[in-house]
């Protein structure tokens, strides 16, 4: 069985590395991997981090590209691929162009497509923009649908899916998140080189980890998510550390209005890893990035939605997420609330929520059991190998 993966973007190979690493251990699958590269910064880091190496990068990021050439971009160049690589099916990831160029582009060549992250919704196609329509399409479109959620599940029963063709699998960020914190953990000088990169931060104060990048916030919001930040950093007690985006869109308000903050620490864009050691260190995260909610509430920590709308809204009504969109009068308040009642809670307690280390493991069962293929191996055996 012949299964290509397409990856476009850097949260895409980081939810998808436990996907690739289970399809390479499994005897009667060959994975192929082929990037478009629709990100290209910090792709290849993610990548080289679980070993993974890609059959195919198409390398298609242009200097301010469009929506629309970046999709006219992929189709050419994927359909080209599908032509000569010949897969039995293509696994695609959550909402991005690369997911819904690519899915559509295998429609056309009847190739049958699993949609990994299948099934989540705002039911708003402007927000978020425009992965709404892009992880609707991709469903539309798919043969498996790999729903992370019981929610998610009813999401796609709810719009006439069959039942059969609907997984509930788990999200694959619980898997890579485990393996990246087993890594740090097993490893006691890594862990000294990573707490290294941050000397300036005060061991008294309280770390504050921010992450904004949504396209729909682009303009007066990223102004008054500033605002807000702003406010925030003049408590006294905590450090905000922002992994700044490269968008032009993002940076320029960013640097214009926290650029000189006290207590504000602007930093290029952080590898995986990196990333994880600081999520571990928060006290609160403060993000507009779907998979860092997922990623912060599994980790048991407190989070500030900059967003209107969120089509992950399990960790919401298990009280540890808030949306709080781009009011900087409604930021600061929340933040205060969750200040005054403990910013953290058990992560026992909310491990499961977006799933328990075993989606990738669930996803290759399902794909061999279509196929009938044989493997002997017990999810739980294929999750450990995956992630060694």
């Known amino acids: 069985m012949r299964v290509m993966s397409v990856v476009g ?29 629709q990100h290209r910064e910090m792709l290849d880091q993610v990548l080289q981090i679980f070993a993974i190496k890609a059959d195919f990068d198409l390398d298609l990021m242009q200097p301010s590209q469009t929506l629309n050439g970046l999709s006219s971009r992929i189709f050419e160049s994927i359909d080209e691929l599908l032509a000569s690589a010949k897969p039995d099916v293509v696994l695609v990831h959550g909402d991005t162009t690369t997911a819904f160029v690519t899915s559509v582009a295998c429609f056309h060549r009847n190739i049958p497509v699993g949609h990994v992250e299948a099934g989540l919704r705002t039911y708003d196609l402007l927000r978020p923009f425009p992965e709404e329509m892009n992880r609707r399409i991709s469903d539309l479109v798919a043969t498996y649908l790999f729903a992370p959620t ?7 029963l709810a719009e006439g899916v069959m039942s059969d063709e609907i997984h509930v699998t788990g999200n694959t960020i619980v898997d ?10 097993e490893d006691f000088e890594l862990q000294l080189r990573l707490a290294e990169r941050f000397p300036a931060l005060p061991s008294r104060r309280k770390l504050i980890l921010v992450t904004g990048h949504r396209r729909e916030s682009f303009g007066p919001g990223f102004e008054r998510i500033c605002q807000g930040l702003s406010r925030i950093a003049e408590r006294g007690d905590v450090e905000l550390v922002y992994p700044l985006h490269l968008n032009p869109n993002v940076a320029k308000p960013v640097n214009n209005i926290l650029g000189r903050a006290r207590h504000v620490h602007l930093i290029p864009p952080v590898d995986y890893m990196t990333f994880v050691h600081l999520l571990s260190r928060a006290a609160v995260v403060i993000t507009d990035s779907g998979g860092v909610q997922e990623e912060a509430v599994s980790l048991g920590k407190r989070v500030l939605v900059m967003r209107e709308l969120t089509e992950r809204p399990e960790g919401i009504e298990a009280g540890l997420a808030h949306l709080v969109g781009t009011d900087p009068n409604l930021i ?7 200040m005054e009642v403990g910013e953290e809670t058990s992560p026992e307690a909310h491990q499961s929520i977006y799933g328990d280390g075993n989606a990738a493991s669930r996803i290759v069962a399902a794909l061999a059991k279509s196929y009938g293929l044989q493997d002997r191996s017990a999810p739980e055996r294929t999750m450990s190998i995956c992630m060694a």
Do not use: Y
């Open 9 to 37: 973007t850097r949260p895409e190979a980081i939810k998808m590395a436990p996907v690739i690493r289970a399809l390479q251990t499994h005897p009667n699958m060959n994975s192929l991997l082929c990037l478009t590269a």
């Open 332 to 338: 600061c308040s929340k933040f205060e609330g969750i």
């Open 176 to 185: 890579s998140l485990r393996f990246m914190i087993a890594k740090i953990d």
């Open 150 to 156: 019981e929610r998610a599940k009813q999401n796609l």
